[in-house]
């Protein structure tokens, strides 16, 4: 059993940035792929961005230049560091974990990102 545990969402203006953070625990198999995904209301959920255990990265185009994804392959942990932060950018934010060869998905809890003045 695979765990995520989010951390560091919150209230910020626009123009600001914050810090996610998320740990895995458990059987984790590689290769794999950590990420972030986000859902605002009345909206489905869609990828923010990811990283690979190689490091390999995608971004939605929507914060390409905005964001950043990084990840610390022997503490299994995935940053996603978010500057010049938008009020469209407002939505809880999942860590997504998911391995390639045994395709299995595994989902934090969400941690909510308010961008408003």
């Known amino acids: 059993q695979v765990q995520l545990v989010e951390s560091g969402g919150g209230l910020v203006q626009p123009g600001g940035s914050l810090r996610l953070s998320c740990a895995a625990s458990?059987?984790?198999?590689?290769?794999?792929?950590m990420g972030w995904y986000r859902q605002a209301p009345g909206k489905e959920r869609e990828l923010v961005a990811r990283v690979t255990n190689g490091g390999t990265t995608n971004y939605a185009d929507s914060v390409k230049g905005r964001f950043t994804i990084s990840r610390d392959n022997p503490k299994n942990t995935v940053y996603l560091q978010m500057n010049s932060l938008k009020p469209e950018d407002t939505a809880v934010y999942y860590c997504?974990?998911?391995?390639?060869?045994?395709?299995?998905?595994?989902w934090g809890q969400g941690t909510q990102v308010t961008v408003s003045s």
């Open positions: 458990g059987s984790i198999f590689i290769p794999n792929a």
């Open positions: 997504h974990l998911g391995t390639f060869y045994t395709n299995r998905d595994y």
